[in-house]
């Protein structure tokens, strides 16, 4: 009996069994394993540094994992799926160590089967600080006639802090200042750099804080007065109809140098001497000298700037610009050979904008008007018109902007009248015979 009832219960777990493989084929067949590089990049931690110490070499910041999955969840796998870390609690100091990356799985049905970087190279040095001065160093020179003072550094030392042999090289924190044509105190906060003592910049060094504030002073020359503008002094008239746009002077401002009593007596500019426009009708270019105090001269550019006490003036003369409004009579083209059209009205109205030079000269014979009846059969249509004008003058409207054209086709040919039929007439033989 025992032994009856012990061969059922082997045979229901053999069923039991073999229903699990069978369910377990189904299953797999149905959503089968990927095994793949996921397509997620996993952050490695850095664990255990020793207090006082510094990483000096560049490691690696991610991992990537390779796993198997079923097919239906390779699309849900994240990179926090994962853990990944380094253990720096043995790496020794000043040595070069291997160390290895270990990767752990915390999703659940995920297998991982390898993972890359297996390991890293960790060199580890001790940290140190130290506080070193700032120098600020101005780049470019102050404008003609202004002077820089030393530079105001606020705070005039930083902290550098990381590697202690790189620490050791820093001399100084040094901050480069452009003045870029400023002829006022120049302010700049700027991100100081880490230097030996050749002037050569150290790696591997963090600079607290990260910015300081320069100001830089300008001060005037006494004998200098710079930044003075230039007034063109012109003399005419330009030709009738036209007018002055626009006065251009090259360079705009100039510095001037002599003795300070005299520079104080010129105003706030000095003038050219006269360019003459007269009946100009086009623009007047000329290279003309200042009208200079005694003792008083320009300081050039440069030394090879020989041009220094004159200046380049161009007076633009353009004509005055109106607008006319003129009646003009609407032409026809293309009109068929047998047809006729009428208009309604006969003339438009045209407004027209320009120079009034040119608008005061127009005639019937420079404004053309004229509809386009080409492929228009008879029939009342609405037509615009299409003007056109010389260069130089603008249409602004016309009124109106359509005509009435009434198209008349040839009329229509007569039908000729059908020809008289001839009568029979009875001869005199037919009527004897009848007797």
Not at 124 to 133: C, D, M
Not at 213 to 230: C, E, H, M
Request: glycine content about 6%; cysteine-free.
């Amino acid at each position: 009996m025992i032994r009856k009832l012990l061969d059922t219960v082997g045979s229901v777990a053999l069923a039991l069994i073999l229903a699990l493989i069978v369910w377990a084929g189904a299953t797999n067949a149905e959503n089968p394993a990927v095994t793949q590089w996921a397509p997620v990049q996993v952050p490695i931690e850095i664990r255990n540094q020793p207090p006082g110490s510094v990483i000096v070499t560049k490691i690696e910041s991610t991992a990537q994992v390779r796993i198997t999955v079923p097919r239906d969840s390779w699309d849900t796998v994240r990179a926090d799926d994962f853990v990944a870390y380094i253990d720096l609690a043995r790496v020794p100091f000043d040595q070069s160590t291997d160390v290895p990356v270990v990767v752990q799985v915390v999703k659940k049905g995920v297998l991982l089967n390898a993972h890359k970087p297996a390991s890293v190279t960790v060199r580890l040095e001790a940290y140190k600080s130290a506080t070193v001065p700032v120098r600020a160093n101005i780049v470019d020179s102050p404008p003609l006639g202004y002077v820089a003072r030393d530079p105001v550094v606020d705070p005039t030392s930083v902290s550098v802090g990381g590697p202690a042999a790189s620490v050791a090289r820093v001399a100084y924190a040094s901050v480069d200042v452009w003045l870029r044509g400023a002829r006022e105190s120049v302010v700049r906060s700027l991100t100081p750099t880490a230097m030996d003592k050749d002037g050569s910049p150290v790696a591997d060094v963090t600079v607290t804080p990260t910015s300081v504030t320069v100001k830089v002073d300008l001060a005037q020359r006494a004998n200098f007065k710079p930044s003075v503008p230039i007034r063109a002094q012109l003399v005419g008239e330009v030709a009738p109809l036209y007018w002055v746009s626009n006065i251009t002077v090259r360079p705009t401002s100039v510095t001037l140098v002599g003795l300070p009593s005299v520079l104080e007596q010129i105003p706030g500019y000095i003038e050219t001497e006269p360019v003459d426009i007269s009946n100009a009708t086009a623009t007047v270019s000329r290279r003309v000298a200042l009208k200079l105090p005694a003792g008083v001269t320009v300081v050039p550019e440069s030394a090879t700037d020989e041009a220094a006490q004159s200046v380049q003036v161009d007076v633009e003369v353009a004509p005055v610009t109106g607008g006319r409004t003129m009646k003009i009579s609407v032409q026809t083209q293309g009109l068929g050979p047998q047809n006729s059209a009428t208009l309604s009205p006969t003339e438009i109205d045209v407004y027209l904008s320009g120079p009034l030079v040119q608008l005061q000269g127009l005639t019937d014979k420079d404004v053309l008007a004229s509809v386009n009846l080409v492929d228009v059969g008879p029939g009342t249509h609405r037509v615009k018109p299409t003007v056109s004008v010389p260069p130089g003058v603008e249409i602004k409207g016309m009124v109106p902007e359509a005509v009435e054209v009434q198209v008349t086709g040839p009329p229509p040919t007569p039908e000729p009248a059908p020809s008289p039929q001839p009568t029979a007439v009875p001869t005199a033989a037919a009527s004897s015979g009848n007797g």
